[in-house]
């Protein structure tokens, strides 16, 4: 069965980096895009891009250029999202979740678990 | 960007209800239209795509319906186990865009 199993919960200060890792099993990994969704304490989701894990092009939406970035280790089958400069409203659950297409994003089809980032001083 | 607007923005209901919650577009998006099911605590999960096809496994008192702008999500006879926040999300455009969720309580 598809998994995408996250990395566990981090807490930065402002300023420094985290990377966030999804292990994708149960599924070929190259034949489907990956999401990335960020959710903020109590609020909705919010998109933050894909990444075609065949080509590794990524693709931000607006808000998440400059300090995210999406790669693939397709050696592990897993993709990754980096944030940079942390900042205290970066607090949130980042989900990475498989698409049901590869070379667009259309359908949602799989969930990771979500990873807590937390920023504090 | 489109914007998806949904409504309520909560609601509380008894067993058994129906259940009726409503997604509006800001422009045709088709039928490119999905609703997700995210329960307290957890990863939201795919519950309807493209408008009114139930994902595998979903019970069958769940349906989707609408076009255009206008959809609908409704919950035939509201079990307690369908307590959760529900999303609309459109894929006519990047980027993709979510409503702002509606979620159902049990009175």
């Known amino acids: 069965q598809v998994q995408l199993v996250q990395s566990g919960s981090e807490l930065r200060k402002p300023g420094a980096s985290v990377k966030v890792s999804c292990r994708a099993s149960?599924?070929?990994?190259?034949?489907?895009?990956m999401n990335w969704v960020r959710q903020a304490p109590g609020q909705g989701l919010e998109w933050m891009g894909w990444?075609?894990?065949?080509?590794?092009?990524?693709t931000y939406a607006q808000g998440f250029t400059g300090r995210f970035v999406f790669s693939l280790d397709t050696s592990v089958s897993t993709a990754y999202l980096e944030i940079s400069s942390l900042k205290a409203e970066d607090t949130a659950i980042y989900y990475c979740?498989?698409?049901?297409?590869?070379?667009?994003?259309?359908?949602?089809?799989?969930w990771g678990q979500g990873t807590l980032v937390t920023v504090s001083s | 960007d489109i914007q998806m607007t949904q409504s309520p923005s909560s609601l509380s209901a008894s067993v058994g209800d129906r259940v009726t919650i409503t997604c509006r577009a800001t422009q045709d998006i088709r039928d490119n239209l999905n609703w997700y099911q995210q329960k307290p605590g957890r990863a939201p999960k795919l519950l309807i795509y493209?408008?009114?096809n139930l994902d595998t496994g979903v019970p069958s008192r769940f349906s989707g319906s609408g076009s255009g702008t206008d959809f609908t999500v409704t919950i035939s006879s509201l079990q307690p186990e369908d307590i959760a926040t529900y999303y609309c999300?459109?894929?006519?455009?990047?980027?993709?865009?979510f409503g702002g969720g509606t979620k159902v309580e049990m009175k």
């Open positions: 990444i075609n894990t065949k080509t590794g092009n990524p």
């Open positions: 999300q459109q894929y006519e455009n990047l980027p993709l865009t």
């Open positions: 149960g599924y070929s990994f190259s034949s489907y895009s």
């Open positions: 979740a498989r698409d049901s297409a590869l070379s667009k994003v259309t359908i949602i089809e799989y």
């Open positions: 493209d408008v009114s």
